[in-house]
Each structure stands twice: as C-alpha cells, then as structure tokens.
C-alpha cells in the first residue's frame, strides 16, 4: 500500500443546513380557548408589571417631593407643628439596629438547624419535630410571635434585656426583645435555603472528605458550609427583607418611641437594651390612619422603605444567579 | 497499521487532490475506534505539497509491569455485605497487592463498588449494611483500626471528579490540614502539595495557577487533582471507582498512564466497566456476579483463557 493511502480522507463539508421554515405564526392555528388562554396570561402578566411601576414610580414621585436631606438628618421630635416634628434618622437607625441584631441572631441558628436536619437528623422522630417547628414558625403571624415574646421578655428572667421599673417590673420592650423575635421570622428562610444548598451537593462530595480521613464536623466546616456560601447569604438577605418590612413586632416590642431612648450604663449594651421605632411603625404613626397625621413625612420614610427592600431583592437575585462551576451529581 | 476505515478511503483520490484538499482540512482530530488504539489524525501534506503518512501514536495494549516485587497489603477473608436483606457480595475472598493493579470487572450490580467502598469502611455510611469475613490490612481487621486513620491509609478517587470548593492548594493540602493538631504553615505544606501534583502528572498545568478555584478546572484536570490530594496523605492502598467513566479519552490515558506509574508504590483496586481499561492497566483481574467472586487470576489469564463459563461470556461481550 502506497503511503498515499494513510492520508486521511477529509472530514466531509458539512451537509447545506435545511431550508429555514418561514417565520410561523402558530397562533392562527389555535382555538379560540387557547388564545383566550394567552391573552389572560399575557394581561396578567403586564398587569403585575404596571402595578409594580405603579407604586414605584408612585412612592418615587411622593418620596422625592417631600424628602429632604434633613428628614433623612434629623431626630423626630415630639411636636403638632409639622414643621418642628424633626425627621426620621432615628427610625432609619432603629431598622438597621433591628436588622443587624435580628439577622445576626438568626443565621448562626438557622445554619445550624439545616446542617443538623441536612447532615445528622437523628433520632428521625427529632428530625420531623424541628421541621414542624420550623414550618409553625413561617406560618405564624409576626403580630402573634410579638406578644409571644413580650409574655415571654415580661419575665423577671429576662429582666436584664429590657427596661426594669421600680418594683422588679420588667418592661419586655427593647431592641433585643424585637430583635429575638424577628431572628424568629428570619429563620425558617434562612433554614429553607441552606438546606437547599446542603442538599444540593452530591454525596460523593462528602465521602471524598470521609475516605481522606475527615471526620464529619470538619466536612461541614471545611467543605459543606463554604459550597453553600450561596445558599446562606440568600436566605440571609431573605430574612433581612422580612425583618425591615415587619411592623407588628415592632410595635408592640420594641417600645414604638420615636426616638431611641437607650438605657443608661453601658454604650451599646445600653442601646440595645432601650427603646426605639423603626420606618415601619414612623410610616405607619405619621399616616393618615396613625396619630401623627404627617403624611408627607410618611411618604418620605415609605419612599426610603422601598429603597432597602429593592435594594435587599437585587442583593439576593444578585447572590442566587451568580453562576459558579459545581460537581456532576 | 492503518488508520482509515474503508468508507473514509472512498471518495478520495490521493494523487489528484491533495493540495487542494489540504488547503481545506480541519485541524488534527483524534479519532477513536473501539477495537483500535486512538490515533491522531494529521493534516496529510507538508509544506512543498508532499503527501506526509500520518504517524500511528499506538497505545500498548498492555501498559508495562511494574518492576517491584508484589506485596501483599490488603486481603478479604469470606467477605459478605448485605443492604438489609438483599446480598450484595458473598463470600468474597482476594487480595491487594502492592506493585500490581487490580481490576473488578463484571457487570452492572454486581457488588465489585460495595467490595471496594468496603476496603476503607466507606460502606459504613449506609445506615442498612451489614458486614460479615474479615477485612485485613497489613494482616491487621480494619475494624480495629480508627476509621479516619484506615482511611488515610487507604485513599480512594471516585468516579465523579469532587474538588472541593477552595484553591487547588488548599485542596491537596485539605487531608494533611489535621483538625485539632498544629495546623501546617502553607510553607511546610508546599513541597508535598508540588510533589503530589507532580506525581498526579498535573503540576506542569497548574504551577502558576496554584490559588485559582479547583473547580474551575476541567474533569480531567480535576480528577488528577483528586488523585493529587488523595497522595498527599501517603495512602498505601488507592481504591479506584471509574475513575474515568465521566472522562474524555485524553484525560483517561492520562490517568492510566498515572495509575500504571503509581503501582510500584501504592496497591491499586479499581472497579471498571471499561474492559478496555482493565486489560491495559490491570494485572490481576477479578470477575463478579451477582455479589459472587466468579473468577479471580492473573490479567492474561482471565481475558485469554478464562476457566468460567461466565466469565468467557462477560469479557467477549455476551452479556453486560
């Protein structure tokens, strides 16, 4: 055989792409029950969209009317004269105080309540139990888990959290009261998604750990909680969303002064331990249906609202779709 | 030997068209036969229009013996594993050699995984297995041995490439990082992580890129970096579950070729379902069926001249 014949044939040309199909427009081949379909579908749709621009560009329009940099500035004061009520910088304070302390009280638990149901979950019997306990946590209104928690704070035990008055009465009304009650309403997203993350890596990950000697704390340590990095600061933004948005809890528990009246002593523990508002509960007394009667000012701090809640969405679509290479399952 | 098959012959005139056709030729492409070693296809003309024979880079059917002499690490001893009821390897008796590869064959639920998971007491994970026989290690019961010191003695890759999600280093160094102990400075760490690359035949790929993510790697890159962090603990014994099932045709003859280099050190077990694989890699063979050791010898013998009616039918392709 000649030495010709260990050339390689060519790769053949690839065959001419079929002709393109006209542009079809399926739709005229539909019943009339399928495009009534379509048409509802597509009006709902449209209409979510108009009604989110609504009160966007609604609370834009009302917000950057009336809000100044000295609302965003100033202490609210006790006063009818709208002119000299002040603004609302200690309840911009009090949602980021709340949050912070809500937030940082929840994650750690919540974490370890997933890797828990996620990595041991025994006795099974315990496993269900914390579920259930979980799943009556998000279902139960926030008005409720409020005056759970001031029966509970209200206790002489817990009066080293709150205000005590003369006679040993115990107040039951502070940042970290609020704050313990709403890690409550945080938790069960941030359970949800970390759960989903652990869930979501395959086993063979974790007896790769096991089969290099690693126990199973140092697998979660060291490889499950950082592959679900994601998983948590969702849930965590999540969380973060519900507790700004909450106005119950902190009406009933964290005092609803208008300013934040920290207790004397200490600087922070001080704080934490006094009283304040949150843009929730300023919107809610300066509108029309509260008893400040200062609806600009109202629409200004919902305006400054809606900010942190958009903001807080964006963190998370930006968390969740960040793409990362993973294993084949 | 030739590289073309008849129907790629056709249609071509090597004495008429080469130049024109050179002109139009794709890059190399590797070809893969299933009864042929991978060749490489080359653009067939040199620079002055000669027609240039494509060289036949042929892989040895069988890769060369290691050249220590086997020692026994590892035997089973009337192995039997159960899932609750059902019996996934019975009776199983064989043993681990250092200085040789060997293979279990047989087909789809056979237990050859349960046998090997068994070997570094992974399958003590499954809440519902039982165990019967004796495992031995160095002729010591592995169940009297701490787990996680078995299994540093006893390394093993999967069959889905599992970096974990950190630098490449801090994946090799992840095994020696002990928990409790005085944790390693990355300087200490630094020549064992760089001699196990080397050895997993990844070091040359990475060397600049030691910080990047380990996942950001390809399979292939990422399974040598499996076998990199599983030799940064010294295992003795290396248990091997597909290890190159989810992997192109590259990156497996490169993680033969490793495999086949790390024998005369380590004792290798591996489970495939590549008969392939197993003759070019394996010295001992042994076939299961249905939880059964059918047939257990020597790589030649068991694909040559097997002695169990089973065992002719599986390795000639009647069943599996």
Redesign the interface.
Known sequence: ???????????A?PAPAPPRLAHHRGEESWSRGDKIGVALAWAAGILLCVLAAAIVLYMLFRGIQYLSVSLLATHPLPSLDQTKSGGFLDPIEGTVILTILGTAIAAPIGVGIAVWLSEYARPSWLARAVESGVEIVAGTPSIVLAIFGLLVFQQSVFGFLSFTAEGNAVFGRSFFTAGAMMALIALPLIVGSTREALHSI?S??R?????????R??TIR??LL??SRRGIGTGVTLGMGRIVGDTAIVVILLGASQQIQPENGTPVWGLLKGTGSTLTTYVYNNSPAGEGGAPQKAYAAAFVLLVIVIFLNFAVDLIARRK?????? | MDPLSPAEEEGFDPIREPIAVAAQLPPPVRRIAVEEPPTVAQPPADGNGHVVPAPVAALPKRMPRADTAPLERMRTEALSIAYGQKLAVNQVSLTVRRGEVLALIGPSGCGKTTLLRSLNRLVDLTPAASRGGRILLDGEDVDLFDVTHLRRRVGMLFQQPNPFPMSIFDNVAYGLRQRGSKKPSKRELEPVVVHSLQRAGLFEEVKDNLDHPALALSGGQQQRLCIARSLAVQPEVLLLDEPCSALDPISTQVIEETIVSLRSEIAIVIVTHNLQQAQRVADHVAFMYLGDLIEYGEAERVFGSPVAERTREYVSGGFG
Do not use: C, F, N, Q
């Open positions: 055989m000649s030495t010709h014949a260990h050339v390689p044939a060519p790769a040309p395959p063979h990950v007896e790769a750990s096991y089969a290099l000697g690693k126990d704390i140092s060291r490889v950082p592959a990362e290479p993973t294993w084949t399952r």
